[in-house]
């Protein structure tokens, strides 16, 4: 009995040894069939995380870029929370803006009226970077006016955006801008006009009102979904799309561009990857993955110089989203990932208690990763 048993034992292990991992033709599938739990706890669980994923490899042929695009259920009718997202085509109209004004730049001293606040744009767009800063990203605002964010952008063919409101600011709706007071000179200040925009018209889409139950100033406790339908909304293509023309603005038209001057335009690529640290900040209270979710998320540690990562993140309400170009010139490996997962087990907003450390953020830095090193081996192979 042993005798006959012994052959199919030795043939079963010979087969089990040389059978083929399996084969991936993008780095997204790679990623998303991980073994690790970081990963796979959220792809075994769908339904709830809300999870929506573009990746784009980036193929340079000679001085031409070609973008092969790959989705895992992005679907711009499923709404999510875009929260700092928003800063990114912010801090681009701005630069623009400031282009086609001849007495102001990216330098020129502010403040909002009512405001003691004395800054300059290029400070408050690195703000906006390396801490993710809310108070600057309002200033901004306050000098561009939701109606031109929202037609600008438009009119660069990202139309699925609408932008409302600022961020955690008691005026957030407010549809009349505070004029800014701008210095011409050390001792001469002019002021800027105010805008008045467009009120928001409630959005009607999937996933508008979530969870079972919401935090309320005045109310406590209220026992019905939360309403996101008056928020900013800015999904993932537009997201994608908004990056892939800041850092590859050749591949569009001229009038799907931002107006960018080439010292503009420098000027933002380089405040998308500042660090912290390089901005002056406290390495120990903003470590170098502060802003930096993919790959780098779940740890303090410093990242290496031969990373570059131009991002935007955006984490409230639950809910946590990267938009980043990610370029190893070392071993020439570069990518865009936008990616967003909403971790609210209890499914009450407002409260506090969200997953971000515990799955949001290890989900996001494992799928960086899993897409970076996958790069890696294709460059070997």
């Known amino acids: 009995m042993i005798q006959k048993t012994l052959p199919f034992l030795i043939i079963m292990v ?6 083929k991992p399996p084969q991936y033709t993008n780095a997204l599938d790679y990623a998303l069939a991980s073994k690790d739990l970081k990963i796979k706890r959220v792809i075994d669980s769908l339904d709830s995380y809300e999870v929506q994923i573009k990746f ?23 709404y999510f929370y875009p929260a700092s997202t928003i800063k990114l085509p912010i801090a681009a109209l701005t630069l623009e803006k400031l282009n086609h004004m001849d007495s102001l730049h990216r330098n020129t001293r502010f403040y909002v009226e009512g405001d003691t606040m004395e800054t300059t744009f290029a400070s408050d767009i690195m703000k906006i970077f390396t801490i993710s800063d809310n108070a600057a990203n309002n200033r901004l605002f306050e000098f ?55 009120s928001a018209i409630p959005l009607d889409m999937n996933k508008i009102h979530k969870g079972k139950a919401y935090y309320d100033d005045e109310d406590g406790l209220v026992d019905e979904p939360f309403d ?57 209270e903003y470590y170098d993955s502060y802003v930096k979710f993919l790959m780098y998320g779940d740890s303090k540690a ?51 208690v969200y997953e971000y450390d515990s799955i949001g953020i290890p989900f996001l830095a494992t799928l960086g990763k899993e897409i970076y090193n996958y790069g890696l081996q294709s460059k070997k192979d």
């Open 302 to 352: 410093a990242i290496p110089d031969y990373i570059k990562i131009r991002n935007k993140v955006g984490y409230a309400y639950g809910t946590l989203t990267d938009c980043a170009y990610i370029h190893d010139p070392k071993n020439n490996v570069e990518f865009l990932l936008t990616a967003t997962i909403l971790v609210n087990e209890d499914g009450i907003f407002n409260d506090n």
């Open 56 to 78: 784009t490899k980036i193929i340079r042929a000679g001085d031409s870029v070609i973008f092969e695009d790959h989705d895992f259920q992005v679907n711009d009718t499923n």
């Open 14 to 19: 010979f087969s089990t040894a040389c059978k």
């Open 144 to 198: 561009l006016g939701q109606d031109a964010i929202n037609g600008k952008l438009k009119q660069k063919g990202i139309d699925a955006v609408r932008i409302s409101h600022r961020l955690s600011s008691d005026d957030a709706y407010e549809i009349t801008t505070k004029p800014l007071v701008v210095y011409l000179n050390d001792s001469t200040t002019t002021m800027l006009k105010n805008t008045i925009n467009t």
């Open 228 to 284: 996101f339908s008056l928020k900013n909304y800015y999904p993932i293509n537009a997201q994608h799309n908004v990056l892939k023309r800041i850092v590859f603005p050749e591949c569009f038209d001229p009038s799907e561009r931002f107006d960018l001057s080439t010292t503009q335009r420098d000027f933002l690529l380089e405040a998308m990857q500042t660090l912290p640290r390089e901005a002056g900040y406290d390495p120990k």
